[in-house]
């Protein structure tokens, strides 16, 4: 048996792919911002400054409205990084808030240096939510107003209608209408030594302007505005595909006064315990735990289920779900704020801040691609001038297509928005994923190793069969059984005695009652003593026969426990109890063995039991008697084979296999907290159908990360061709690399599809 449990990979902890969560700053949902050339996951969340903070560190936690994509986080890193007493920064990008771990006074250097940099930070009161982002919309006439000058501007050029000086004010006014903002980030982006989007956007227009190509500098500052925006409305839905989910819980729930009165109130006012109720076809508002009545629920949001459940007393429901039939009355056991759904976004938000191993490629060749490619347009824009007798004007304009055309965006862009449409596909289908580097590293797995009780089976032992032993006592013989039985806490003891529950019988009164350690029980009943034991218990008795035994042995061999009821004269009824395997689990099985994942069952079961699920299920291979220790070395055999394997598991003594394996799986039981905040992957509904589900994601989302990057790179390639030419024009090499980056913004975003 198991509790959800996971430990963290060693391995990972030097990165911000740690599967262990981290607290983040407050968090807050709803992020619409502007775009760049890269997402919100673009950059570790977590950046360590020091070895590690003192023991005078503070975190303070700021807002930061222009801060939205790796460029900015790139400043801000680097612009703090040089300021004493900062020892830590965590950016959690949806949100563009920035937490500090300094042992500063005050937070005024911090603030001043971030608005050195043309941004603004809000400080955030500690343990209080920020406030959701409502950035203002910028006025349309602007953008308006340089398209039509920048088309203008190129067509009385193209028709010599009127002097250069005419042609040369109306691209400015398109400039400075539509790219004061691209010039002032690119102005503060060379200040700081950064040669991001901006600086090379600003280099190359300036270029443009410096050898008289006026329209062409307009059509091209133009052309990126609208490249920006809507690569920043494509991006928005990849961003907020999980903080979304948030809007799904009801702003206000109905609760009971002291009265007994009920009153509407805000979810986030309500405290642990109230009683709150919920009426058919509402969304619930809170975590808690039904009190009254009966009805179907709509877990989507939570487990990924697509049928509704039932819900009776004592059964749990949480935020985000839907009330389908029966009005409900539940007790609140957690907080607006720590609701499941809740922790299931905060968890979602750190995965997206996790680079996966594709991301951290990426990232580390645009490092070094940025300024290649500056200095390699330098050196086409000066050789062939200087050593081949060319032209400068023809060479300095490709070199500015060449800045153009090759700038990074799109290679960039296409590994983070992948990634977090993927985390996010496999929190709608009930797949809590802890990083990217995990999701892009499912599709690898080509063993799978699973715990039994829990994860295969239910975990909850059933009377599976009876057997009258001796006619005579055929009708009082399981009211006898379910009487000594309740006196027990032994769960194949509570499965006979949950086996009578339904059968009408006058209560039986069980006198000198005493527990026979390993073996059963005894106790008198109307004056006659009876036991209810194990085989080993018949033994010492002396009641056992060949033929008794050949019974035992039969049910024994298919995984059963058997209990016998005997009185002085011999055995007078045999029950067999089994933990009962998951309707899903043959089917999840088998979806594995289609995708070519082999199976392997782990449990500390006997050997017959084990053996037994194996079969029924369609495992490959089984193993049982194990300890904790046996399950780890049962993975590294696999390992040294060279497989590459997954672990299964809902418990503390799956940890050490768990923590081995390439990735570990948790059965979260839709909101056990350590499988939330521990687990590598957590299947909220413990269905292990799930798992073929996130490895055939985790395919796709492979598939697509090396689309996207073929796709940048191979029509960069041919556009710098093209450039070295001299048929490309600086306005072609926008379209090109405005279209690159949509491309693989909306080939991401095909994960999100349902």
Known sequence: MSDSLHTHKPDAADDCCSSKLKPVPQHVHGAHGDACCSSAAAAPALVQLSEAPTADARLSSFRIEAMDCPTEQSLIQNRLGKLAGVQQLEFNLIN????????????????????????????????????????????????????????????????????????????????????????????????????????????????????????????????????????????????????????????????????????????????????????????????????????????????????????????????????????????????????????????????????????????????????????????????????????????????????????????????PVTIVSGLAAAARKGILVKGGVYLEGGYKLDYLALDKTGTLTHGKPVQTDYVSLDPTADESAPAIAAALAGRSDHPVSMAIANAAVDKPSAPLIVDNFEALGGRGVRGEINGQTYHLGNHRLVEDLGLCSPALEEQLFALEKQGKSVVLLLDKSGPLALFAVADTVKASSREAIQQLHDLGVKTLMLTGDNVHTAQAIAAQVGIDQARGDLLPTDKLQAIEALYAQGHRVGMVGDGINDAPALARAEIGFAMAAAGTDTAIETADVALMDDDLRKIPAFIRLSRQTSRILKQNIALALVIKAIFLGVTFAGIATMWMAVFADMGVSLLVVFNGLRLLRK
């Open 96 to 415: 563009r808030v920035l937490g500090v771990t300094h042992n500063l006074p005050d937070t005024a250097p911090i603030i001043d240096a971030i608005k050195s940099l043309g941004m603004q930070a809000e400080p955030l009161e500690e343990g209080v939510d920020a406030p959701a982002p409502t950035p203002g919309k910028k006025p349309w006439w602007p953008l308006a107003l340089s398209g039509v000058t920048a088309v203008f501007a190129e067509v009385i050029h193209f028709t010599s209608a009127a002097p250069d000086w005419v042609v040369a004010v109306i691209a400015l006014v398109s400039i400075l209408s539509g790219g004061l903002g691209t010039y002032k980030k690119g102005w503060i982006a060379l200040k700081n030594l950064n040669l991001n989007i901006n600086a090379l956007m600003s280099i190359a227009v300036t270029g443009a302007i410096l050898i008289g190509q006026w329209p062409e500098a307009a059509m091209v500052m133009f052309l990126f505005t609208v490249a920006e925006l809507i690569e920043a409305r494509s991006l928005d839905r990849a961003r907020n595909a999980i903080s979304g989910l948030m809007q799904m819980t009801p702003e206000q729930a109905t609760v009971q006064q002291a009265d007994g009165s009920w009153v509407t109130q805000d979810v986030k006012t309500i405290e642990l315990g109230t009683r709150v109720r919920v009426r058919p076809g509402e969304r619930i508002g809170l975590d808690g735990e039904v009190v009254s009545g009966s009805s179907t629920i709509d877990q989507a949001p939570i487990t990924g289920e697509s049928l509704p459940v039932e819900k009776a007393i004592g059964d749990k429901v949480f935020a985000g779900t839907i009330n389908q039939s029966g009005s409900l009355e539940y007790a609140v056991t957690a907080a607006a704020n720590h609701s499941t759904l809740a922790r299931i976004i905060h968890a979602v938000e750190q995965a997206q801040g996790a680079r996966a191993p594709t991301q951290r490629f990426v990232d580390i060749f645009s490092t070094i691609y940025t300024p290649a490619v500056f200095v390699l347009a330098l050196a086409v824009a000066v050789i062939p001038p200087l050593f081949m007798g060319a032209l400068w004007f023809d060479w300095i304009y490709r070199a500015l297509v060449l800045l153009v055309v090759a700038c990074p965006c799109a290679l960039v862009i296409s590994t």
